[in-house]
T-cell receptor
Framework: DQQVKQNSPSLSVQEGRISILNCDYT??????FLWYKKYPAEGPTFLIS?????DKNEDGRFTVFLNKSAKHLSLHIVPSQPGDSAVYFC???????????FGAGTRLTVKP | SQTIHQWPATLVQPVGSPLSLECTVE??????LYWYRQAAGRGLQLLFY??????ISSEVPQNLSASRPQDRQFILSSKKLLLSDSGFYLC?????????FGPGTRLTVL
């Protein structure tokens, strides 16, 4: 079962504009959420995370928003840069579990 | 910080042949270890995870198996590969709240 969903397989934005990547989850036990960035032929790298006790976490150009009631989170990148072009995976975990669930990923293309 | 080693980086194998992918971890002890597969056009699928030597949990029934003979070694195996086993295999280490990934192995089954 797909407990973490990224419904947009791809997103294209212009350099300098905002990129918004969305993620929905179904398991109310999830209490920690992460975004990973992946380039082709490489492993994913951790980008930013948020605990369920917060609704926003910001790190430079990257901000993650969490709406627990809607079971929705989003990653905002502003301003977007061509180097941000990659596949972005949303992930979620529950404190009492040993695993993490990933979404299918969204391929972001930032055009110069 | 942790370093995850995977080899080989790429592998082309015929259908029905065996498989052994190895993952080793540096910079940590007694890590949780994970095998994921990223198939073409799909996300990361958790295949196996291990919380200790000899302890393997399987997430998806399949013709793959995993073993953890040492604390920082995790092996993914198959006795007979299927075409559907093609994909990008990732080893990860860490806890549920944050994982570090290896560089991956691109497996093509012909």
């Amino acid at each position: 079962d797909q407990q973490v969903k990224q419904n947009s397989p791809s997103l294209s934005v212009q350099e300098g504009r905002i990129s918004i990547l969305n993620c929905d989850y179904t398991n109310s036990m999830f209490d920690y959420f992460l975004w990973y960035k992946k380039y082709p032929a490489e492993g994913p790298t951790f980008l930013i995370s948020i605990s369920s006790i917060k609704d926003k976490n910001e790190d430079g150009r990257f901000t993650v928003f969490l709406n627990k009631s809607a079971k929705h989170l989003s990653l905002h990148i502003v301003p977007s840069q061509p180097g941000d072009s990659a596949v972005y995976f949303c992930a979620a975990s529950a404190d009492n579990n040993n695993d993490m669930r990933f979404g299918a990923g969204t391929r972001l293309t930032v055009k110069p | 910080s942790q370093t995850i080693h995977q080899w080989p980086a790429t592998l082309v194998q015929p259908v029905g042949s065996p498989l052994s992918l190895e993952c080793t971890v540096e910079g940590t002890s007694n890590p949780n270890l994970y095998w994921y597969r990223q198939a073409a056009g799909r996300g990361l699928q958790l295949l196996f995870y291990s919380v200790g030597i000899g302890q393997i949990s399987s997430e998806v029934p399949q013709n793959l198996s995993a073993s953890r003979p040492q604390d920082r070694q995790f092996i993914l195996s198959s006795k007979k590969l299927l075409l559907s086993d093609s994909g990008f295999y990732l080893c990860a280490s860490g806890l549920a709240h944050e994982q570090f990934f290896g560089p991956g192995t691109r497996l093509t089954v012909l």
